[in-house]
């Protein structure tokens, strides 16, 4: 695996993850939260839009653009 390659892994991973965690944060948690009593989030410990919005970019370029644009170039 190439250099190019497992940066595009990593990057993968942390859009993957950064998803996952404001799926945890907006939906999943405040149901816990509600049920076991846990504190709200502070403000900083919340990632912000701005980086939700480059996760999503990432993952649509990743797995929409890429597979569309490598099949139509005969890769």
């Known amino acids: 695996m190439g250099v190019f390659e497992y940066s ?5 991973l942390l859009a993957i993850a950064a ?3 404001s799926i945890w ?9 509600r049920k076991y009593g846990w504190p709200d989030l502070d ?3 919340l ?6 919005i ?3 970019a990432v993952i649509a ?5 890429v597979p569309v644009i490598g099949n139509a170039a005969g890769f």
């Open 61 to 65: 370029i990743l797995f929409i653009a």
């Open 43 to 45: 403000p900083d410990e």
């Open 19 to 21: 998803t996952c965690d």
């Open 8 to 12: 595009i892994l990593w990057i993968n």
């Open 47 to 52: 990632i912000p839009a701005q980086a939700w």
């Open 25 to 33: 944060v907006s939906h999943i948690r405040p149901i816990l939260a």
């Open 54 to 56: 480059g996760a999503l």
